[in-house]
C-alpha cells in the first residue's frame, strides 16, 4: 500500500498530534489469531507531520509471529537520527522484550516537544520481564548519555537500573556516575523514576 498524502486529522480525532502522512508499506501475513498469526511489514514514511513537525524519513520492519515482535525502526531527520531494535513476547502474561535505541540526535525545541532549546543523544538498552509494568525483572541501562540547553551540556557516562521482583519484594539497585543507590521492600519502578527524576533536576537545570 502507499499514497502521497493522507490527511489522517481530517477522518481520526488525535488531538491535532497526527496531521498528514505519505508512506510506501508492504504487509504479508497468515493467520486470524495472537497463537497462530505470522505477518510481516516492511516500508518508509517518506513524510510524517506530528505534533506540528514534519518528519522526512523513517524506515520500518516489523515481523510478527505467533506472539513474538522482532522489529526495526530507523528514522532520518535532521531533528531527529535514531536506530531502534526491539524483540518483544507477547504469547503469554508475562512480557518479555529486549531493546536496544541508539539516539544520534533528537533536538526536543524543534520537534515542539519542549518549549526551551534542548538536545538530546545517548543510547538505552533494556531486557526485561514483567505482569504490569510496574514491577519486573531486568535490567535497563543509559550509556554515553548528552543533554544540551543552548548553554551547556550534561555528559552522563552510565546509568544501570537492575530489578529483582520475587513474591512482592521488589530489588532495586541504581549505579552510575551521578548517583548511586538501592531500594527494598514494596515498590515499583515509577516509585524509583520519581526520586531519580528529583535527583536530576536537583543538579542538571534543563
Known amino acids: 500500500a502507499s499514497t502521497k498524502g493522507f490527511d489522517v486529522g481530517s477522518f481520526i480525532d488525535l488531538n491535532g498530534d497526527l496531521d498528514s502522512l505519505a508512506f510506501n508499506m508492504q504487509l504479508s501475513g497468515t493467520g486470524a489469531s495472537l497463537a497462530t498469526m505470522k505477518s510481516n511489514l516492511e516500508g518508509t514514511f517518506r513524510h510524517l507531520t506530528f505534533n506540528n513537525y514534519s518528519y522526512d524519513c523513517i524506515q520500518t520492519d516489523i515481523q510478527f509471529i505467533k506472539g513474538l515482535i522482532d522489529g526495526s525502526l530507523m528514522i532520518i ?5 535514531l536506530n531502534l531494535t526491539a524483540d518483544a513476547d507477547l504469547s503469554s502474561e508475562l512480557y518479555q522484550n529486549a531493546i536496544r535505541l541508539e539516539l544520534d540526535k533528537a533536538n526536543l525545541g524543534k520537534l515542539n516537544f519542549s518549549n526551551t532549546p534542548l538536545s538530546l543523544e545517548g543510547v538505552l538498552t533494556t531486557n526485561l520481564a514483567t505482569t504490569n509494568f510496574k514491577r519486573f525483572n ?29 513474591e ?14 538501592k531500594f527494598e521492600g514494596n515498590i515499583d519502578l515509577f516509585t524509583v523514576s520519581d526520586a531519580l527524576l528529583q535527583h536530576v533536576d536537583r543538579y542538571y537545570k534543563l
Open 168 to 181: 512482592g519484594k521488589t530489588e532495586i539497585s541504581i549505579d552510575s556516575d551521578i548517583m548511586e543507590g
Open 138 to 166: 531486568g535490567d535497563f541501562a543509559i550509556r554515553n548519555f548528552k543533554a544540551n540547553n543552548g548553554i551547556d551540556t550534561y555528559k552522563v557516562d552510565s546509568l544501570l537500573v537492575a530489578s529483582i521482583d520475587q
Open 77 to 81: 531527520d535532521p531533528n531527529l537520527s
